[in-house]
């Protein structure tokens, strides 16, 4: 069964540094997602991507973050000068064309801030 | 404010037992809602959708939906210690497609 895959499973980072959390989504998927989960917390969603360009974001996604789809099967989530309170996993998903059809995630990125 | 609220738990049945999960929701524009398992330390697993009023049976699952009441629910037959979980319930609106999360029901299936 088509699965998304992410890298890397663990990232550990200094505070105030860059990362870039990658994603290889299911192949015929359309819409992408990044979502986050602080440990012991609900599922957050972050961001939605359509057609190249972000189709919805909540409040969370501000301007430390942004997302690329450099090649035809990557999609990364970048997180600029991190925060301790960015330690969470974060969690790729994606879904086939129709609105109602479910998302699939990934295994997701267990991202430490030190 | 989208709402998912999920009674956390842990819900703690014996081998065999039927597992009840509920959910409810506020959004009353909510079509589309979602099972997932999570299992500690690792990610969402969807385990069923529905989006009628009614049940929907997959295997041991069981997913029932009441629009109405603004009510989800799993059935879990024949409960393995494997079921132990965390299972999620998400809601989705037909304007945007973008599930809301419970906090998640805690299930302990105790030998």
């Known amino acids: 069964e088509p699965e998304v895959t992410q890298t890397p499973s663990h990232q550990v980072t200094q505070m105030g540094q860059e990362v870039i959390l990658r994603c290889v989504p299911i192949s015929n998927h359309l819409y992408f997602y990044w979502y986050r989960q602080i440990l012991g917390q609900k599922v957050e969603f972050l961001v939605s991507f359509y057609n190249n360009e972000i189709s919805e974001k909540s409040e969370i996604f501000d301007d430390q973050f942004s997302v690329e789809r450099p090649d035809g099967s990557n999609f990364t989530l970048k997180i600029r000068s991190t925060k301790l309170e960015d330690s969470a996993m974060y969690f790729c998903?994606?879904?086939?064309?129709?609105?109602?059809?479910?998302?699939?995630f990934g295994d997701g990125t267990r991202l430490s801030i030190l | 404010q989208k709402e998912v609220e999920q009674n956390s738990g842990p819900l703690s049945v014996p081998e065999g037992a039927i597992a009840s999960l509920n959910c409810t929701y506020s959004d009353r524009g909510s079509q589309s809602f979602f099972w997932y398992r999570q299992y500690s330390g690792k990610s969402p697993e969807l385990i069923m959708f529905?989006?009628?009023?009614g049940d929907k049976e997959d295997g041991r699952f069981t997913a029932q939906l009441n629009k109405a009441s603004q009510y989800v629910s799993l059935l879990i037959r024949d409960s393995q210690p494997s079921d132990s979980a965390t299972y999620l319930c998400a809601g989705q609106s037909g304007g945007s497609y973008i599930p809301t999360f419970g906090r998640g029901t805690s299930l302990i299936v105790h030998p």
């Open positions: 529905i989006y009628s009023n």
């Open positions: 998903a994606s879904r086939g064309q129709q609105g109602n059809q479910p998302q699939h």
